[in-house]
């Protein structure tokens, strides 16, 4: 590539190590190389592809294997594992309880992932395909794999300015909060589930997500869900996201509305033999 | 005769011009301007539907009866309906048997559609109108068909006011005009050859029709200053009478503020409009260097939002009937009305200006997107091409009833537009977004919501055995050029033919701050004897398009139809058949 510098620019902080007590000189200045990649702009760099490990998007909560549709086998059973939620619940209003019941009994059918539709926010970060992040100008990008779905963080605008319409994958607004990428989610139509278990929000929600890199490999992903007419109370999400590191990792098309026609429209199909 | 009760005009104005008695200024109501986005293609459209004569000698103008019309190329927010002026009026010798001849016409392209009434008829009875229907043009105006067989040709404009009594003493007041009731049934105000009508707003105010499809109605008289001045003394809104720009006479024109947000124009005599003001002409090559911007880690910047409006309309191939090189500015706005309007017919120019955006820019004047073989067309296609191209054109003609959703083609069914379809301009949702990281571009289309992320540093193509629909997109930079080379596409939606064996070469070049030169090589010995390249641009639109999520298979309402349909029709033809 003719016109590209390959500045890999080998960041450094300045620590100041607090002396041990007793120590007769109370402080000197150390040089550490700074664990995270950083951005031609000194911001940590989120480059690259992600995915997390777990089984959030099978139920954010805490949930024991479960079986599936007995047709498709262990293919459709749902896999062990701990909840994301921080402190454990998810402050649903009575109604909503309710609600999230009738999710969970319909989920094969009703759940919108099922129907390859746009998983929404937070659920397009923890479903179970990878995701690449194209950080560099004034608005970063997220492509995710599943259902060609993608986001524009604009970093670009002051304040928040509220979403045109609303859409299954919302708008996002993004801002530095020291090596934190914040961005703030709203503006969603509400029909976007959270998980497969049936959590869901409504159009009021507003998402507050936190990307923080921990080593260049790694990053933490929280996600504060707000949401009046749903919850008691704003509760969040905390999960590791890991960058995946096969050497020619690429976000591979994933168009599954072909395989979802059969559900959808197999009733009007044209019934032949009958 | 004309109406002056000083005890009205005084209840109207309030008590500061108290005592003041003014005879009203004596002008003739003598054009209104309608909105359209193609001029051309409105003269044309009320000249075929609506018997009114066009002027070679004024080409913007209609003459329907004693009224001109002049249609103004000028973006439009809104129909008619909702603001002061809710339609205009039309009057035919037989309304019946013009119903029927535009009922005929049906909405497709620069079509007419109808407005029907409760119970499914396009004629009713009117007091006063006696047997009336209503029709819109393709750009938002509505207008009334009547049957007045004393005044045929323009009819009456039809006021729509909070208060309509006080709204015609206005224009009475203001402008002269003669209190009188159409078949004593229907009282109005009459201006030489046509009348004014007003009739109750109820639902609040109504809205200002600047920008609207009836954008302002016109009067002329003989000296603006005193008449100007009478305003004023009456408290009358009226601008300084001022000589336009461009005014092809010395004729003056002033503006007046009407009751219920009507803008109206006071003119001169010997007015002649204003010269258009020479469009911008969109460059198609560009010599004279550009500085292309470079990224902070130093690629060519690319990025932003861009549309391919203004490419909506060019052709693939050259007609044989073109000649020149390049199109002119209006031919150009004609054709790409006219393939709007091809496309689009069911939406409302108020949609398609207020979401599209398309006044924004100047249509592009290009004659063929094909550059390659100079002469615009297609080079010769193999027997496995001839094959293909038939039995598509035999599917287009035929079009067989769907059995399942395979049947119909992946654009119908929001599964993607394929390559290099998914670049190309559309009707609507042309947005493009560029977005790039170190090493990467990423290239967002807005129809159907695909993103192809490509990388720019040497990376291997997927080695065969992974197809997509999309195929494998893999660029380097050569200068300021992201080229762009694709291929190992699934087969399955197919571009003219050529599918797995379509080798794909993308050129995007930054030709000007605002214009992103795109080029395509199609590359499929199978289907052409040789390869060949299209070419247009897309204008960079940052401030004022942004992307809308095309939740295209979300929504899909149209699958189910079109598949109930035909289950519908099957079973019909089934019970025909006598089963």
Avoid at chain 1, 242 to 254: K, N, T
Avoid at chain 2, 69 to 90: D, K, L, Y
Avoid at chain 2, 170 to 199: H, I, K, M, Q, T
Wanted: hydrophobic letters at 35%; glycine letters at 10%; proline letters at 6%.
């Amino acid at each position: 590539m003719r016109r590209m510098r390959n500045r890999i620019v080998k960041a450094i902080v300045v620590v100041l190590v607090m002396a041990s007590a007793g120590c007769t000189t109370p402080e000197k200045t150390q040089i550490v190389e700074d664990p995270l990649p950083r951005a031609f702009d000194g911001k940590p760099d989120l480059n690259g592809i992600w995915q997390t490990i777990g089984t959030a998007n099978w139920n954010l909560q805490d949930h024991s294997a479960a079986a599936g549709p007995p047709e498709l086998g262990a293919f459709g059973a749902t896999p062990p594992g701990k909840g994301v939620v921080v402190n454990g619940e998810i402050p649903y209003q009575e109604w909503a309880v309710e609600q999230r019941a009738q999710n969970f009994t319909s989920r094969f059918r009703e759940d919108p992932e099922a129907k390859c539709y746009l998983p929404g926010v937070p659920r397009a970060t923890y479903l179970p395909h990878p995701f690449q992040i194209l950080q560099g100008g004034p608005k970063i990008m997220i492509v995710y794999g599943f259902a060609e779905a993608n986001r524009t963080i604009h970093m670009d605008k002051a304040s928040p300015e509220p979403a045109p319409i609303d859409s299954w994958m919302g708008r996002s607004h993004g801002h530095w909060d020291g090596d934190t990428l914040v961005v703030d989610a709203a503006g969603f139509n509400g029909q976007s589930w959270l998980d497969r278990a049936g959590n869901f929000a409504s159009d009021t929600l507003v998402v507050e997500e936190r990307y923080t890199l921990l080593d260049r490999n790694s990053m933490r992903y929280e996600a504060t869900l707000a949401d009046p007419s749903v919850y008691t109370r704003p509760w969040k999400i905390s999960m590791p996201l890991y960058r995946r590191l096969e050497a020619d990792a690429e976000v591979l098309e994933y168009k599954c509305v072909e395989f979802t026609e059969e559900l959808l429209y197999g009733h009007l199909r044209r019934q032949t033999g009958g | 005769m004309r109406y002056q009760s000083i005890y009205r005009q005084i209840r109207i104005l309030g008590a500061v011009i108290l005592g003041l008695p003014l005879c009203a200024v004596a002008a003739e109501f003598d054009h209104l301007h309608l909105a359209t986005s193609a001029v051309s293609e409105a003269v044309k459209w009320y000249v075929e539907h609506l018997d009114c004569a066009a002027d070679e000698e004024r080409p913007k103008i209609v003459t329907c009866g004693k009224m001109d019309i002049e249609f103004v190329a000028r973006p439009s927010i809104g129909g008619s309906q909702g603001t002061g002026i809710n339609h205009i009026s039309i009057s035919f010798a037989d309304v019946t048997a013009k119903m029927h001849q535009l009922e005929a016409v049906g909405v497709s392209g620069a079509g007419v559609r109808l407005q029907r009434f409760d119970d499914g008829s396009t004629l009713k009875t009117a007091p006063g109108l006696g047997k009336h229907g209503f029709i819109f043009d393709p750009w938002g105006t509505r207008i009334e068909l009547v049957q007045d067989p004393a005044l045929l040709g323009f009819h009456h404009v039809h006021l729509q006011s909070v208060d309509p009594k006080a709204a015609l003493k206005w224009y009475a007041d203001v402008f002269g005009g003669e209190p009188a009731s159409l078949n004593g049934e229907l009282n109005g105000l009459r201006f030489d050859g046509v009348w004014l009508f007003a009739e109750e707003y109820a639902e609040g105010t109504p809205a200002p029709t600047p920008e609207r499809a009836i954008d302002h109605l016109s009067f002329v008289l003989g000296n603006l200053d005193d008449a100007a001045k009478q305003w004023r003394d009456q408290g009358v809104d009226v601008s300084d009478p001022t000589l336009p720009e461009g005014a092809r006479t010395t004729a003056r024109r002033a503006f007046l503020a009407g009751p219920d947000g009507v803008l109206i124009a006071a003119v001169e005599a010997g007015w002649q409009g204003v010269e258009e003001v020479a469009q911008e002409v969109q460059q198609t090559t560009t010599t004279a260097a550009y500085d292309v911007p470079m990224t902070p880690w130093g690629e060519p910047d690319i990025q932003g939002v861009w549309t391919g409006n203004a490419a909506h309309g060019i052709p693939l191939e050259r007609p044989e009937e073109v000649a020149s090189d390049s199109l002119t500015t209006q031919e150009a706005a004609a054709r790409r009305e006219r393939g709007t309007l091809g496309s689009i017919w069911g939406y409302e120019r108020e949609w398609r200006d207020t979401t599209l955006g398309y006044d924004k820019l100047t249509p592009s004047t290009q004659v063929a997107m094909i550059i390659d073989p100079p002469d615009g067309r297609m080079p010769a296609m193999t027997a496995k091409g001839q094959e293909i191209a038939a039995s598509t054109l035999d599917y287009r003609t035929n079009r067989p009833l769907a059995a399942g959703p395979e049947d119909l083609s992946t654009w119908v069914r929001c599964i993607t537009r394929g390559l290099p379809t998914m670049m190309m301009p559309g009707v609507y949702n042309n947005g493009l977004q560029i977005v790039q990281s170190p090493g990467y571009v990423a290239i967002q289309a807005e129809m159907i919501h695909e993103t192809r992320v490509v990388p720019t540093t040497p990376k291997p193509a997927l080695d065969g055995k992974i197809k997509q629909w999309l195929g494998s997109s893999r660029g380097h930079w050569d200068g300021d050029t992201l080229v762009v080379e694709v291929k190992g596409f699934n087969g399955r939606a197919q571009y003219q033919g050529a599918g797995d064996s379509l080798t794909l070469t993308e050129r995007y070049r930054r030709v000007g701050p605002t214009t992103l030169e795109y080029s395509f090589t199609i590359d499929d010995p199978t289907i052409w004897v040789a390869p060949w390249t299209g070419m247009f641009n897309f204008k960079k639109d940052d401030d004022q398009y942004e992307l809308v999520e095309y939740a295209c298979h979300e929504g899909n309402y149209g699958m189910t139809n079109i598949l109930s349909g035909a289950r519908s029709k099957e079973r019909q033809m089934n019970e025909a058949g006598g089963n």
